[in-house]
C-alpha cells in the first residue's frame, strides 16, 4: 500500500488544519492507520491511531481533545483535524498503515507515507 499525506502548512497558535492520508495500491480497510510526528532533531513520535473500522481511537496525551483522527474507508483515506495548535505541534507529519489490531508502536506499521509539514507560529 502507497500512503500520501497532504494539508500541512503554515498556521498561527490557536489555528487548526486538517491533514489526509491517501492511500493507493493495495488497500486493506482491515488494517489499523496512524499518525506520527517528527520534530527538528527528535525522534518520531505516536499522535494518533484509528482502528479498522474507525470504532476505536487512541492519543498521545498532549494532542487529546485538539486532535481527532478519523477515517473513510470507502476513500481509503485518513484524516487528521487539529486544533488549538500549539508552537510545540511543529513537526513533521507521517500517516502509516498499521497491523489489525490497534497499536501506537511505531515498529507495528509497516507502511508509511512521505510526511508533511506542520509549522505553528507562536
Known amino acids: 500500500v502507497q500512503l500520501q499525506a497532504f494539508g500541512g502548512g503554515l498556521v498561527q497558535a490557536g489555528g487548526s488544519l486538517r491533514l489526509s492520508c491517501a492511500a493507493s495500491g493495495r488497500t486493506f480497510s482491515g488494517t489499523s492507520r496512524g499518525w506520527f510526528r517528527q520534530a527538528p532533531g527528535k525522534e518520531r513520535d505516536f499522535v494518533a491511531a484509528?482502528?479498522?473500522?474507525?470504532?476505536?481511537?487512541t492519543y498521545r496525551d498532549s494532542v487529546k481533545g485538539r486532535f481527532t483522527i478519523s477515517r473513510d474507508n470507502a476513500k481509503n483515506t485518513v484524516y487528521l483535524q487539529m486544533t488549538s495548535l500549539k508552537p510545540e505541534d511543529t513537526a513533521v507529519y507521517y500517516c502509516?498503515?498499521?497491523?489489525?489490531?490497534?497499536?501506537?508502536?511505531?515498529?507495528?506499521?509497516?507502511?508509511w507515507g512521505q510526511g508533511t509539514q506542520v509549522t505553528v507560529s507562536s
Open positions: 484509528i482502528s479498522r473500522t474507525g470504532g476505536t481511537t
Open positions: 502509516a498503515a498499521g497491523p489489525s489490531g490497534l497499536s501506537r508502536d511505531a515498529r507495528d506499521f509497516n507502511s
